[in-house]
């Protein structure tokens, strides 16, 4: 702040270089801690010099340093922020500033006395006082910084924004242009119906995302790709435009799926089965039941309360506790559909079972496919279910006077084969083993097979992994009381073909 333009003090004094003149704070200063010490500095002029005004007093007058405590000078002969003349003012001060006069009264005639000066001992900043105004000047410096660097990057910003706007108009007009033209229109035509969809699903995607609006078909053709590979869909949203997820999730929001055979289904089943060839048409029925934990809710949009034991065309007033769901899945093909579902207490009654199962063999034939097998696991429902089906269909055989020997049962006409799941087999025929003792034929000896052997090559196969026979055949798939029922590896390791070899060959020696 030092001036070395001027020479002369405001109260008269004579100053030099060791002793520079400051000039007033910035009276138009944002900060209002600079406009605050300004007033005071102010209040010590003279009345008829307060009246000249402030950019007037800022740049007429100076204070020399010897106004100043000397708490409020620094080495460098430069002020602290906070610095406010009260020293030798040669006038009388309002109360304003008389709380920072020192109480030592001083010479009416300061030139008689500057000689004698002797500097006073600072009273009113201490060092800890001292540290945190410099924290507080340093702070504000950084906020300054902060705040131009923010002003900057934001500038940047906004010049991006403007130049990306002018690329997406252009982009815009150049799209109308093209989506106008004669030629352009004849070559959509000949687009197959998705491609074209989608084309034009890009042109129309110019618009802003907020403002665009994608018609029913355009979502089923983004939730087809969506049910291919949801990962897959939110890279292809990236780089096409393409309706967004929650899009899709409202949409299926408002389809109303109701337990029993769902009709919407068999239909467009049906559309889609006249574009299949004579393999494709050939479909497993798949059926399996779910545990669910009890409870009700009630449905806004179908006006009930759901929770209750539901089979589609009959309801009972006991809660649910298990789904079954009925599902197809092509033989030759990769397609599957589920196409029923219901709740039921416990298990589902064994009657209720066979007639959906009859049900959806019937409808599915309607509409051109045909079921070879049904697939299920060996539960007591779904076993017994089987054996009713085969024993309608060994009575009407008898009826006819013909045998019944394929293990098939018939409906209307339609032979379907009943199948166990592979995994559910294997955990079978282990947990059979545990118990009992297997024979068969071999060269056209009888031979036996016992779980006791399996317990005999786990004790003699010892040693490192490395040198094992059968180095995956722990105690927990051989010891009773250490295997995991449910677990389908231990029971399919057991009978791999490398524990077949390894047994084998101990006959052998």
């Not at 005004?53 to 000397?70: E, S, V």
């Not at 131009?148 to 934001?154: F, G, P």
């Not at 009972?316 to 079954?324: F, P, V």
């Not at 087999?425 to 071999?442: E, S, V, W």
Request: charged share 25%.
């Amino acid at each position: 702040m030092s001036q070395k333009t001027f020479n002369k003090c405001y109260f008269g004094c004579s100053c030099n270089d060791n002793d520079p003149l400051h000039k007033f704070p910035n009276p138009n200063s944002l900060k209002l801690e600079q406009i605050d010490r300004f007033k005071q500095w102010k209040s010590v002029l003279k009345p008829a010099d307060q009246e000249k005004g402030d950019d007037y007093i800022c740049k007429k007058f100076r204070i020399c340093g010897r106004h100043f405590n000397k708490s409020y000078r620094l080495p460098s002969h430069y002020l602290t922020q906070n610095a406010v003349p009260t020293l030798f003012l040669g006038h009388s001060m309002n109360a304003e500033v008389d709380i920072y006069s020192d109480p030592t009264p001083g010479p009416s005639n300061l030139t008689d006395v500057v000689s004698d000066y002797v500097e006073p001992a600072p009273i009113y900043c201490t060092p800890e006082k001292r540290r945190s105004m410099s924290y507080m000047n340093t702070k504000n410096k950084i906020m300054d910084i902060t705040t131009k660097r923010t002003i900057i990057r934001l500038k940047n910003s906004i010049e991006k924004l403007r130049k990306k706007y002018k690329h997406q108009k252009t982009l815009m007009q150049c799209a109308k242009q093209i989506a106008m033209k004669e030629s352009f229109l004849k070559f959509a035509e000949k687009l197959p119906e998705t491609s074209r969809l989608f084309t034009l699903l890009q042109i129309k995607g110019l618009k802003k995302p907020k403002g665009r609006r994608f018609s029913e078909k355009e979502k089923i053709m983004g939730l087809t790709i969506y049910k291919q590979s949801p990962k897959a869909y939110r890279l292809l949203q990236n780089m096409f435009v393409l309706p967004s997820k929650r899009a899709i999730q409202k949409m299926l929001s408002a389809v109303t799926i109701v337990p029993g055979i769902n009709n919407i289904i068999i239909s467009n089943l049906k559309n889609a089965v006249k574009n299949l060839n004579n393999e494709s048409k050939l479909v497993n029925l798949l059926f399996d039941e779910v545990s669910l934990a009890p409870g009700l809710e009630y449905n806004i949009k179908l006006g009930k309360i759901i929770g209750f034991e539901d089979l589609g065309p009959t309801c009972r007033q006991s809660l649910a506790d298990h789904a079954l769901v009925l599902m197809i899945k092509s033989i030759k093909s990769k397609y599957k559909q589920p196409i029923c579902y219901t709740f039921c207490t416990g298990s589902t009654k064994a009657p209720d079972l066979k007639k959906l199962i009859k049900q959806c063999i019937l409808q599915l034939t309607e509409i051109g496919l045909t079921v070879v097998a049904t697939i299920c696991d060996q539960a007591t429902t779904n076993t017994r279910v089987i054996k009713m089906l085969q024993a309608e269909t060994r009575e009407k055989y008898l009826r006819a006077g013909e045998e019944y020997n394929s293990g098939a049962f018939e409906v209307e006409n339609i032979k379907v084969y009943p199948l166990f799941d592979t995994p559910h087999l294997l955990k079978g025929i282990r947990n059979n083993l545990l118990k009992k003792d297997a024979k068969f034929l071999q060269n056209g000896e009888v031979k036996w097979a016992k779980w006791e052997h399996l317990r005999m090559l786990l004790n003699v196969d010892t040693g490192d992994d490395e040198i094992r026979l059968v180095n995956k055949i722990t105690e927990s798939h051989v010891i009773e009381s250490k295997i995991p029922k449910m677990k389908v590896k231990h029971a399919a390791q057991v009978f791999s073909q490398r524990v077949s070899a390894a047994l084998r060959f101990l006959a052998s020696k």
